[in-house]
């Protein structure tokens, strides 16, 4: 199903529609099913993959540490190249190395594409939303929900240490 036989390819473009669930992209973030659209253009032994990438994953919050769901739309692009020297012993790479792949056998399998673009879209410090307040770091109470005793009083209280800076003029 998420294999793409390079002999259905032989006219110049086709285009798919694939449903994955999480199972299918081994991502347990993942929820409901996800959507990849694409169009795969042949040249020669080069082949283009273009399109876009729709699912929803559940995460945790990096502030209130509270579970979320957000929706992604991505464009993905990948190009593959068909070639028996693949690997030679001292190449200089360029640019567009980077971001081409080789085809071993007769298909492309599209679940690392899958896979790939998921697990690059997840942020590195998710958040709920942009203002999250997070927790308070005495009694770990969230913060979005109100303030807790600890955050009322924190600006009454005044470190004894600090206190002389509070009589301090500053010249300019």
Not at 3 to 28: C, G, M, N, P, Q
Not at 76 to 103: C, Q, S
Request: proline fraction near 3%; hydrophobic fraction near 35%; charged fraction near 35%.
């Amino acid at each position: 199903m998420f294999r793409l036989l390079l002999s259905e390819v032989a006219s110049e473009e086709i285009k798919r529609v694939l449903y994955f669930t999480s199972e299918d992209a081994h991502i347990d973030k993942l929820v409901d099913k996800g959507k990849l659209e694409v169009v795969i253009q042949r040249a020669g032994n080069t082949y283009s993959i273009k399109g876009k990438i729709s699912f929803k994953l559940r995460l945790q919050c990096s502030r209130c540490l509270e579970f979320f769901e957000r929706e992604f739309d991505e464009n993905i692009n990948y190009v593959y190249k068909k070639e028996e020297l693949r690997y030679r012993k001292e190449a200089r790479l360029r640019g567009e190395d980077f971001n081409t792949e080789y085809i071993v056998g007769d298909s492309i399998d599209l679940l690392p594409i899958i896979h790939d673009s998921v697990l690059l879209s997840i942020p590195m410090k998710p958040l709920c939303k942009e203002d999250c307040k997070g927790l308070c770091p005495i009694c770990g109470h969230n913060l979005n929900y109100g303030p807790c005793e600890h955050q009322l009083s924190k600006k009454e209280e005044i470190d004894p240490r600090w206190e002389k800076l509070l009589n301090m003029k500053m010249e300019v």
